[in-house]
């Protein structure tokens, strides 16, 4: 891999990735033990120095096998567990990947194309999707673009959404509807009579799991509630707002796709918790509940919708990172 960084945007994600650590830390821990403050300096003083090493093209450095859930990987699970995006986290374990010269095609039992697959193997994540993505996204990016530099205001209104998504769905609970809560609070109006319609659309809808994902569903009403086929223009047949709506919504697909190969509650289910529920039932939604549907898991998917559906905005024009709460 050719050496075309631009190093100082990297110190400052590692930067960035240490507030993450910091924050997510603090919040599991209270004060931070002395311990925890020298790992963390030395983890990323030993980071900076890989990359420093490779600037200098020294001798190629190996992988040291899979990450121990006692560093980055249990840092990344925290930050789920508190409705932190470990956005910068994630993406100093791409650059991990990178600059430790590491060869996905050399790890063993991995096939030559299953990127994804090699992330889960050398950070022991499985469940969390969202997590592997998030890398995943990251090294492509990084690998095929020799860096994208960050638009930091655009990261923190990610990180707000993400933020929100999760704190309501653990809050109140219902995708549909804390999706949309939480994309009220990021585009600055709400709409009560929307927000009641979502009732139903609740674990994959009437509770019965055969039906999208209320952080989809959730994520095409809010959509287009702001571009969509209007009654006032219906006569004219209103076919550039209907379809813009439509380009949205397959972007928003797309992502679920790419993340848990399916827009279908049950099948979410399955990714993030190896088994679907159907929630019809008082008895199986107390299981649901034990398994940490919102202690992490359904938060998370709403956090990442949240996520989703805010980046689709800004691609689209239709809110700014200037100006929002956060």
Not at 63 to 82: A, Y
Request: aromatic content about 12%; hydrophobic content about 35%.
């Amino acid at each position: 891999m050719k050496n075309k960084f631009n190093y100082d945007d990297i110190f400052k994600d590692i930067d960035n990735a240490f507030e993450e650590i910091g924050y997510v830390l603090q919040q599991e821990y209270g004060n931070l033990p002395e311990e925890m403050i020298k790992w963390n300096h030395n983890f990323l003083e030993n980071f900076a120095n890989l990359i420093i090493q490779n600037r200098a093209n020294k001798a190629e450095l190996e992988l040291p096998g899979k990450f121990k859930r006692n560093n980055l990987t249990n840092v990344v699970i925290l930050c789920r567990k508190h409705g932190v995006l470990p956005y910068y986290i994630s993406k100093v374990i791409a650059y991990k990947l990178l600059f430790d010269n590491s060869n996905p095609k050399a790890l063993p039992g991995m096939g030559k194309e299953d990127l994804k697959e090699v992330i889960k193997y050398v950070t022991d994540l499985n469940y969390e999707k969202e997590l592997i993505q998030l890398i995943y996204q990251h090294y492509q990016k990084i690998k095929f673009n020799n860096y994208i530099k960050e638009d930091r205001q655009k990261v923190k209104l990610l990180k707000y959404a993400y933020k929100l998504g999760f704190k309501y769905e653990k809050k109140y609970k219902g995708c549909a509807q804390c999706v949309l809560l939480a994309m009220y609070d990021v585009i600055g109006k709400n709409n009560s009579d929307l927000f009641q319609a979502a009732s139903g659309l609740s674990g994959g809808m009437a509770l019965c799991g055969d039906g999208s994902c209320g952080g989809y569903t959730g994520g095409i009403l809010i959509m287009g509630s702001l571009v969509g086929r209007r009654i006032a223009y219906l006569e004219s047949g209103d076919k550039k707002a209907q379809y813009r709506s439509y380009e949205m919504a397959q972007k928003l697909r797309d992502r679920f796709i790419d993340t848990y190969g399916s827009v279908i509650c049950s099948d979410i289910h399955k990714k993030i918790f190896g088994k679907a529920y159907c929630l019809k039932t008082k008895a199986v939604r107390i299981q649901f509940e034990e398994a940490g549907a919102h202690r992490d898991k359904c938060n998370s998917v709403v956090g990442t919708a949240c996520q989703w559906i805010t980046e689709i905005l800004l691609e689209e024009g239709l809110i700014k990172t200037e100006g929002n709460k956060r």
